[in-house]
């Protein structure tokens, strides 16, 4: 049940073909690491996978700068805290039109990016859709881990949604982030089986050990291997 991966010509064609406002990624190393932020909304428990392994494997090419969240009580803050990482909550604006509580929000992250130099942005659990705006300006430096293997079942209800399907197989999917929901080119997959008895909670709880492994893996590609512009 391993990861499978995309050739890597395919990964970086993608890459170039994705930048708008970013240059590529250049490449990380133990000395220089690509800088990272994580952008979480709840427990962080993808954070946590992350920064341990980031933290473990100095050779891996990155390491989590600041973590960021738009929910003040997610629990990941004080994880992230306590693994010597600074947290910082975003709370949504006090804004009726959501489109301009939107764009406040996320000019409120651009400036925490910029105040700690970010150069990727990793989204765990991070429940926002992000404008399209501020996608163009990142990409392709802007990865998420989706809870399904796309392009099945997008969207926040996952779990819910492979339950309902009746199918026999879920799993991870990591991708570069554009202006559609979960739609955004494929860098690799995990999967595991789905069970007859099983319900969201504990489906949710096996893919995430699958989650844990892949998203860490995926980055360590992306950051070890140069990135050109043709």
């Not at 930048?19 to 690491?33: E, F, I, K, Q, Y």
């Not at 969240?69 to 804004?95: C, F, M």
């Not at 570069?176 to 007859?196: C, H, K, N, W």
Request: charged share 20%; aromatic share 4%; with cysteine.
């Amino acid at each position: 049940m391993g990861a499978h991966f995309r050739r890597t010509q395919g990964v970086y064609a993608t890459a170039r073909n994705m930048v708008r406002g970013a240059s590529p990624l250049r490449t990380g190393s133990a000395s220089d690491p690509i800088r990272c932020a994580i952008l979480i909304s709840g427990s962080g428990s993808g954070m946590h996978a992350m920064v341990v392994h980031q933290q473990t494997h100095p050779l891996c090419g990155h390491t989590t700068t600041v973590v960021i969240s738009d929910q003040p009580e997610a629990t990941g803050l004080n994880k992230a805290e306590r693994l010597g990482v600074p947290a910082h909550s975003l709370p949504l604006p006090d804004e009726s039109d959501s489109e301009l509580r939107r764009h406040k929000h996320e000019a409120l992250v651009q400036q925490l990016l910029e105040q700690y130099n970010i150069e990727l942005i990793l989204l765990s659990g991070y429940m926002r859709l992000l404008s399209t705006q501020f996608v163009e300006r990142w990409a392709p430096r802007i990865i998420n881990i989706h809870p399904s293997l796309l392009p099945s079942f997008p969207g926040a209800h996952a779990h819910r949604d492979v339950l309902a399907a009746g199918v026999e197989v879920s799993g991870c999917t990591v991708h570069y982030v554009d202006a559609g929901m979960d739609s955004g080119e494929i860098l690799g997959q995990r999967r595991g089986p789905v069970f007859t008895d099983d319900n969201e909670t504990s489906l949710a709880e096996r893919v995430k050990i699958e989650e844990h492994q892949l998203y860490p893996e995926i980055i360590d590609k992306i950051t070890t291997a140069p990135q050109t512009q043709s």
